[in-house]
């Protein structure tokens, strides 16, 4: 079966960087879209971006544009989100998802999900 699984967060100062990876196994990915979403308590899930396993094409979320860029190594079946100038409103727990969605931005759409990590930005 699918498995994902998150690792990288952690707690850093608003203007650092930091790097989520989510290491996939349980099947080929081929055709697939790989997403990170966040969430913070009392908030809906929020999409912050995705790549296309195959073509490697990617989609941000407006927050993040500029800032975070999403990639993968088609080798070790792991995708990264590299996080720059990170802000306080960055905090979240962070998940990877996986599927082959209708739309690429919405959470309901994957049916594969990690158990996230936690990131934590202090001023």
């Known amino acids: 079966q699918v498995q994902l699984v998150e690792s990288g967060g952690g707690l850093v100062q608003a203007g650092d960087s930091l790097r989520l990876s989510c290491a996939a196994s349980g099947r080929t990915f081929t055709g697939y879209v790989m997403g990170w979403f966040r969430q913070t308590p009392g908030k809906e899930r929020e999409f912050v971006a995705s790549?296309?396993?195959?073509?490697?094409?990617?989609n941000y979320a407006e927050a993040v544009k500029g800032r975070f860029i999403i990639f993968r190594n088609m080798a070790t079946n792991t995708v990264y989100l590299q996080m720059n100038r990170l802000q306080l409103e960055d905090t979240a727990v962070y998940y990877c998802a996986a599927d082959i969605p209708l739309t690429w931005g919405r959470g309901r759409d994957y049916g594969y999900w990690g158990q996230g990590t936690q990131v934590k930005i202090s001023s």
């Open positions: 790549i296309n396993w195959s073509g490697g094409s990617t």
